[in-house]
């Protein structure tokens, strides 16, 4: 019995000659074994081809490149021939952990350079678009990641000393407030630590922290009982938003009042709705307040504090950062033993 030969897919081109049987049925044989053995392609074989398109000026760390492309090749690979833009846009920041992001591009980019050339190989129309659409967001997920190592560049030295700039403004007007931001920019950043959150985010929970509450001082001369409370928040978070420098901590500014399983202010978020920095510095902010007292209410002793924050876990406080920093102060929760 003879097989008739399988067509060519469409949008296969092909040349003006008479069709030569054998040559279109082995066309037609080795599309189909590339589509569909090609995501179990040796993975060094891959490697190897996205190396050797590598720009020289990347191997300064050739360690990095060697586990950037094995990132690319079990995920970023994946993710555009899935031709999923969040898959695409995950996959890029798992990789971006070299020292510049010219040279999270650069593997990237040869990463994208070597599929294409094998999608051109087999005639993937599919493959090829889907590594030209993916090329655009790739490039919008490396300038912002860019952006942030330029302001992350600036920020131990120009920020810090543009919150504290700020903080002396404030305590001008209100020397106990300034000295609160401080007490809760320090524990939080130390509650974040105890998190193991890295030094950027150590970084942004303190200056957020030193700035939580700036929004209870309006202009000179008022106070926060001139406007609602819940107000403040708003009001802070529209301050930062106006400086450049400090804008990226408006979000946080505007959640510190945001309570873990509802109910909160000025948005109503809840559980990982709500920054993380601000669920940090909203544990951070309760502790200051309750040791420190006011004059409507005595200062508490710190286990008392502690207790009082444990009994809010769940409910106002995010509990895994109230088991940080329960641990971080040293506070072992009462237990009823039986006898």
Known sequence: MSLSPMPLPPNVPTSGRPPNRHRRTHSSTTMIASNRFAGYAPQVDAEKSALARVPERTFADSAWVTLALKSCMQYLSPAIRSGKPHRIANAVRAIAHAPTAEQVGDVIGAACDSMLAEAYAVRDVRLISNVASARSVIGTVIADLHE???????????????????????????NRLAERLDAVGILAARIA???????????????????????????????????????????????????????????????????????????????????????????????????????????????????????????????????????LLRYRQRTHRSA
């Open 148 to 174: 942030r190592s330029e302001r992350q560049g600036v920020a131990p030295t120009l920020l810090r000393e543009t919150v504290t700039a700020y903080v002396q403004i404030v305590a001008l007007l209100n």
């Open 193 to 327: 630590s105890a998190m193991g959150l890295p030094a950027s985010a150590l970084l942004e929970i303190e200056l957020a922290g030193r700035l939580h509450d700036i929004g209870t001082l309006t202009v000179p001369g008022t106070t926060c009982t001139d406007y609602p409370i819940e107000d403040h928040p708003s009001i802070g978070a529209s301050l930062i938003e106006s400086v450049p420098s400090l804008a990226h901590l408006a979000t946080i500014v505007r959640s510190h009042h945001e309570h873990f399983s509802g109910g909160g202010y000025p948005e109503g978020l809840i559980g990982a709705e709500i920054p993380l920095a601000a669920r940090v510095i909203s544990v951070a902010a309760t502790f200051v307040d309750l040791v420190t007292g006011s004059p409507a209410r005595e200062a508490m002793l710190p286990n008392a504090a502690c207790h009082e924050i444990a009994l809010r876990s769940g409910s106002e406080f995010d509990p895994d950062v109230v088991t940080a920093t329960l641990h």
